[in-house]
């Protein structure tokens, strides 16, 4: 026995305006599909559109702000279109549609996929033993190719797949339908497979159609008045006809009369409809509450849903899988059915901000209701802004010339970041200050660290920069400097790096203490291990003692590990303190 979701009875007016403020700043993050993991975070800002499919949600299709298509996943019956049936955990680009601009696609259980770009152009490929993709063959298709039988001069604005069969909505108002027809949901009139685009007529003849929706064996359009014909499979009743039996051809929802709908979706084998007044009614099976009526039973009837005291604006199903979600005016999301394991046989208040989240992280698989469009978010965080804003002229009210360079900066965010800078900005009117007691490298490692929270510069440096941090008591960035220290040195930079830490313990006026660093310590263990282990380890110290004047004194010690120990820490204790050592006899 499934286990029950706690069901939400509504929110405060309060909670109301916090909500949909919040819901108004959230953007779409197709991060929150696992398949997406595979993707760099470089990757994924570029994406513009997607579309997660598959038997486990393990297929994926987007596109990129430069329309270039790409696709990755496990590649079940050549359905990412690259020529093969090999599954990739690198993008792979479908050179056939980049530069298409998708419109609209969906997919089966194949899964084979259907899109139309914004020209009104048909592409299929992927599983084809039922011949839904529409070349009248059965062979699985495994690249991207143009649908037009029986679509010539025709703008296909919508495609609708069920699990084995497809459909089209063109520009004019006509419904094409192909594949698999065991049930009727081709609405040919019989049961005989479809091999290429027909025209879906009988009630629809002199109907316009403005939406269409496939279940797994079922098939539905919305007419310009409102009405909804439906045809295909009915065992659970999803067809909204008051029977379960099948029906071969297109049949006005009798049930709906006077009522005027605008969208539906079908989940796995139920149906949901949103009418021209925001209200919500639902059919079919309702195994896992996906009706969201309060219980389990399946309804062959139109059933009002009620959800919130709210609008509805937006319902969502798919039809792999047995959830439901709604949006309402407010930008509340509510969800229903299976969710993650459990039953909900209510609608649910989420903290989601649209109904695609539902299906990333409750859905079962994980896969997109639709193709997803991802808006470019330019907003920066604070701490972006302040980071932008550094060394910049045009905003800045101050002035520090070191060696000869200005950095700009701004006198109120030093005086809320340092101490130093609070009393010393403090009643102070210059425009510019002069700075000669620390190099320009490291003031303007300073002043960027105020910005931004980080350091960015050689370890040599970063000496430099423990030093200033020392006279200024930045007690975070002493330890920030100290860990790129440490963490920099190696065989290469060894006796350069310690000399540095040496110059700047004689140079500096503050009395920094460079010991504490560890840095004679790290060095000396690196050196005599390098040393001992190989002779490249030799010769870069070699080097590197050539750099301070001291390569004479390490000859005699070559292949004496003992002497070379030695000669590691005592040239350590001369660099420290500044004596003119000679190795003893």
């Known amino acids: 026995m499934e286990a029950e979701s706690p069901v939400s009875h ?65 590649n079940c019956s050549g359905c990412l279109g690259t020529g093969d049936i090999q599954s990739t955990i690198e993008p792979q680009k479908l050179d056939t549609l980049c530069g298409k601009k998708i419109a609209c696609l969906s997919y089966g259980s194949g899964p084979h996929v259907v899109i ?48 084995h069969h497809s459909m089209v909505l063109t520009s004019d108002g006509e419904v094409y339908a192909w594949g698999y027809n065991n049930s009727g949901q081709v609405g040919s009139g019989s049961t005989a497979n479809q091999p290429i685009p027909r025209r879906v007529t009988s009630c629809l003849q002199n109907k316009i159609a403005v939406n269409i929706a496939c279940g797994q064996m ?95 604006i937006e319902i ?7 959830t439901s979600a709604a949006k309402t005016q407010g930008g509340h999301v509510y969800m229903w059915g299976q969710c993650r394991g459990q039953s909900v046989i209510l609608p649910h ?28 978010d330019d907003h920066l965080t604070v701490a972006q802004s302040l980071k932008k804003e550094f060394d910049n002229p045009d905003t800045a009210d101050l002035k520090f010339l070191v060696d000869g360079k200005y950095i700009h900066v701004h006198k109120v965010l030093l005086k809320i970041r340092c101490e130093h800078f609070r009393s010393v900005l403090n009643n102070n009117d210059d425009d510019v200050i002069e700075m000669s007691e620390f190099s320009y490298q490291v003031y303007r490692a300073f002043l960027e660290y105020l910005y931004t929270d980080n350091i960015s510069l050689p370890p040599e440096d970063a000496i430099g920069l423990l030093d200033l941090a020392t006279f200024y008591r930045e007690n975070r960035l002493k330890k920030l400097c100290q860990q790129t220290i440490k963490q920099s040195i190696c065989e290469e930079n060894a006796i350069a790096l310690l000399s540095a830490a040496v110059k700047y313990e004689a140079e500096s006026s503050h009395a920094m203490r460079c010991r504490e660093l560890s840095v004679g310590c ?28 001291k390569s004479a004194l390490l000859w005699p010690c070559r292949g004496n590990e003992d002497e070379l120990g030695h000669f590691c820490f005592q040239l350590e204790d001369d660099l420290w303190n500044g004596r003119s050592w000679r190795k003893s006899s």
């Open 349 to 376: 208040l989420t903290h989601f901000a649209c109904t695609d989240d539902v299906f990333a992280c409750f859905a079962t698989p994980a896969v997109t209701w639709r193709l997803l469009s991802v808006e470019p």
């Open 10 to 74: 509504g929110v405060t007016g309060k909670q109301v305006i916090h909500t949909t403020f919040l819901s108004a700043l959230k953007m779409l993050d197709v991060g929150k599909w696992p398949i997406f993991a595979l993707c760099s975070q470089e990757e994924l800002k570029l994406i513009r559109q997607a579309c997660v499919f598959g038997s486990a949600g393990n297929e994926v299709l987007y596109a990129t702000e430069n329309d270039e298509v790409f696709v990755l996943g496990t």
């Open 218 to 312: 079922c098939s539905m359009a919305v007419v310009e008045n409102g009405e909804v014909y439906v045809w295909g499979y009915n065992g659970n009743g999803q067809l909204g006809l008051g029977s379960s039996g099948n029906q071969p051809t297109p049949c006005r929802i009798a049930a709906l009369q006077g009522i005027r709908v605008q969208r539906v979706a079908c989940g796995y084998a139920h149906t949901l409809v949103l009418t021209d007044e925001g209200q919500l009614y639902a059919w079919g099976a309702n195994s896992y509450g996906q009706l969201g009526t309060g219980n389990k039973s399946n309804q062959s009837y139109p059933a009002p849903v009620t959800v919130d005291k709210d609008r509805v």
């Open 116 to 163: 139309t770009t914004a020209e009104g152009e048909v592409y299929t490929w992927g599983h084809n033993a039922y011949s839904q993709l529409g070349n009248g063959t059965t062979n699985h298709g495994l690249v991207p190719c143009q649908v037009s039988t029986n679509l010539v001069n025709k703008k296909v604005i919508e495609v609708a797949c069920g699990s």
């Open 522 to 549: 790290s060095v000396t263990v690196i050196l005599h291990e390098q040393v001992r282990m190989d002779r490249k380890g030799y010769g870069r110290l070699n080097r590197q003692c050539e750099e301070v004047g």
């Open 316 to 322: 969502a199903a798919c039809h792999s899988v047995h």
